[in-house]
């Protein structure tokens, strides 16, 4: 079986949630909707790492007894070291659109709303942005509306901010003191000019920009075998479009 | 006698405030569809702390005139189609929260307080349009620390829908205990439930921690399937196929009012799909 983007994708997660140089990721949280980064989760546990993982819409043994307000309870204690973002609109800010374009609260194009994001980004250590749709209608010069600032002013509280923005199309690392994405690496096919013509906002890039490396074969085992047994209850749609795998009758 | 699902939605009166937990966290839809077989008007859904399936049954049916949530959403099946409707039509009036703002809003009305503090927020332009939350500097620290304050909300009337409820009144579910804050809030509580169950749960140590205490549960009526199309705990899952029929269906006007009509307003079908 080919390598699929989606396993790509997941590999390059964890390898981020595991970099060494960023605030260690004892606890991590997963919200709705998020197959990818639930991938990228199991696969660092599967990989031997003591990681307490608490994936909110876990069916059978959820692990939460008070629902999400636990969730934000504990990420406020700052007891979630990493949680992961997406956006309607992503800018070069790393500020986050969730709530709609044109007009507040969303008169262009309505997306869903903010969820915990405005409380979130502030109060975890470390955020991984991820966002599947690499183009310049997704990753803005600056969001219509800001859900989820990439930074803050001095004197506001805030524990962390992205990581890393991770897309269909590259890996960027986040510098919060200059407020700039810089293109990490590249997913196979792109160049730093096609990241450029797909991206609406301004970023850096390193002279030699390497290639996202492919899962190695061990880690593709571990996503097509025990990942998969882990996720197909919440994401049956997801195991048999990437894995091939169905939920027993 | 327990009351009917259809009686207890005509004590909601039009107008009123009203809770619904999100699509994994027990709304009774059963209430929601009576609220629209009794046609009822101006209601202001509060979202705890976000909103799914049952909310855009009601905005589409025109029961609503406000929504405070921090997200509308059918999850898999994508954006919730007669709330983006409603939206650009200017038919409701949208406040727009995040999350943890509305669990904490609830948790001051459940101790009796004006207002709580929260983090995060501050450079958020949900702040910026919320003119009834403000900014203070933290009265404790020595001055430079930014905090938002969040007034109580108290709903009129929060719709759940649990397992089982037992003759003193008390309703099981589970785990899902964000649902007491919820309950303790609320100035009513309209409970739904799969069945009634004798004696007293709270007796039962393995049960009374997955109970809301019949202190705060104004009424229940037994609705089987009561949660559905969404998951009620170990008892049913969510019933997607179902869910993206009616995103399907409700991206128009017609298609929504021939929804209503098989599900909703036809009570022996909709009753057998239950």
């Known amino acids: 079986m080919s390598i699929q983007p989606e396993e790509r994708l997941a590999a390059a997660l964890a390898r981020l949630i595991l970099d060494p140089a960023a605030p260690p990721a004892r606890h991590i949280a997963v919200g709705a909707a998020s197959p990818i980064p639930a991938a990228a989760c199991w696969l660092v546990r599967k990989s031997g790492h003591p990681v307490r993982l608490s994936l909110l819409h876990k069916r059978s043994g959820n692990p939460f007894t008070e629902g999400s307000r636990e969730l934000f309870d504990l990420t406020g204690q700052g007891r979630i070291d990493l949680f992961f973002l997406g956006g309607g609109q992503i ?73 890393a923005l991770v897309t269909g199309k590259c890996v960027f690392t986040f510098d919060p003191g200059a407020a700039r994405f810089t293109l990490a690496s590249l997913h196979p096919g792109e160049t730093v000019e096609s990241i450029r013509e797909a991206t609406g906002f301004d970023f ?46 | 006698m327990t009351p009917t699902v259809d009686s207890l939605a005509a004590s909601v ?16 839809v059963a209430m929601a569809r009576a609220l629209i077989r009794r046609g009822a008007r101006n209601l202001r859904l509060l979202g705890v702390p976000v909103s799914g399936f049952a909310t855009d049954l009601l ?37 727009d929260a995040t999350c943890p703002a509305i ?65 003193a009144g008390n309703v099981w579910t589970g785990r899902r205990r964000e649902l007491a804050t919820l309950s303790h809030a609320s100035k009513r509580v309209i409970a739904t439930v799969e ?48 869910v993206a029929e009616y995103a399907r269906m409700a991206k128009t006007e017609a298609g929504f009012r021939e929804y209503l009509d098989r599900y909703v307003f036809n009570v022996s079908q909709a009753k057998a799909a239950e």
């Open chain 1, 91 to 163: 800018d070069g800010q790393a500020n986050l659109n969730l709530v709609g374009t044109g007009e507040w609260p969303g008169t262009g194009v309505r997306f869903p709303g903010s969820f915990g994001s405005a409380f979130m980004y502030f109060m975890t250590p470390r955020t991984i942005l991820f966002r599947e749709e690499h183009s310049a209608r997704v990753l803005v010069p600056r969001v219509d509306n800001i859900s989820a600032p990439g930074v803050s002013e001095p004197g506001v509280f805030r524990r962390g901010t992205a990581q």
């Open chain 1, 204 to 249: 850096d890039a390193p002279a030699e920009v390497p290639q996202t490396p492919d899962p190695t074969p061990d880690e593709l085992a571990l996503l097509r075998g025990p990942v998969c047994d882990e996720m197909l209850e919440t994401y049956p749609d997801f195991c048999a479009r990437v894995f091939s795998r169905k939920l027993a009758a």
């Open chain 2, 13 to 28: 009166p039009d107008g009123a405030l009203v809770a619904l937990p999100p699509d994994n966290s027990l709304p009774s």
């Open chain 2, 59 to 95: 905005v589409g049916a025109g029961c609503v005139a406000e929504i405070e949530t921090s997200a509308v959403s059918l999850g898999e099946a994508g954006f919730a189609p007669r709330f983006t409707q409603a939206l650009k039509a200017g038919a409701i009036t949208v406040r």
């Open chain 2, 103 to 167: 669990h904490t809003m609830l948790q001051a009305a459940e101790k009796g307080v004006p207002f709580m503090p929260l983090r995060g927020l501050i450079g958020s332009d949900i702040l910026a349009h919320r003119p009834d939350w403000m900014v203070i500097d933290n009265p404790f620290a020595g001055g430079g620390d930014p905090i938002v304050l969040l007034p109580a909300r108290q709903p009129d009337v929060a719709l759940i829908h649990g397992v089982m409820a037992d003759e």
């Open chain 2, 195 to 242: 069945r009634m169950v004798p004696g007293d749960m709270l007796e039962d140590e393995r049960l009374a921690p997955g109970c809301i205490s019949g202190t705060y549960i104004e009424a229940v009526a037994v609705a089987e399937r009561g949660a559905w199309p969404v998951a009620l705990l170990d008892e049913y899952g969510f019933d997607a196929a179902h």
